[in-house]
Nanobody, 118 residues
Framework: QVQLVESGGGLVQPGGSLILSCAVS????????MGWYRQAPGSQREVVAV???????NYSDSVKGRFTISRDNAKNTVYLQMNNLKPEDTAVYYC????????????WGQGTQVTVSS
């Protein structure tokens, strides 16, 4: 089974920074895209950032200019550098991959908690 393991979450004050990482293993198909989603308490899961196999990154408007997504193909790992964190960024962050022919398959990590609070 494909495995995605996130790390790097924690408690940070507003304006602080965190970097999340997600290591993907046991995937035997091409990965079309890797991304980060988040879910705040009582809210729907929403996309934060996605990076394609070609290295093109897209961000939600709420994080543009503050977050940077990157991937290391050699390590099969995707990162999310989060700067100038705001309380509204508080959520469980989930790593996601779309893989297989046409990217039809979804893989999800277990989630890592990010809490932005004074």
């Amino acid at each position: 089974q494909v495995q995605l393991v996130e790390s790097g979450g924690g408690l940070v004050q507003p304006g602080g920074s965190l970097i999340l990482s997600c290591a993907v293993s046991r995937v035997r198909f091409n990965i079309n895209a890797m991304g980060w989603y988040r879910q705040a308490p009582g809210s729907q899961r929403e996309v934060v950032a996605v990076i394609t196999s070609g290295g093109t990154a897209n961000y939600s408007d709420s994080v543009k200019g503050r977050f940077t997504i990157s991937r290391d193909n050699a390590k099969n790992t995707v990162y999310l550098q989060m700067n100038n964190l705001k309380p509204e960024d508080t959520a469980v962050y989930y790593c996601n991959i779309k893989y297989g022919f046409g990217g039809q398959l979804d893989g999800w990590g277990q989630g890592t908690q990010v809490t932005v609070s004074s």
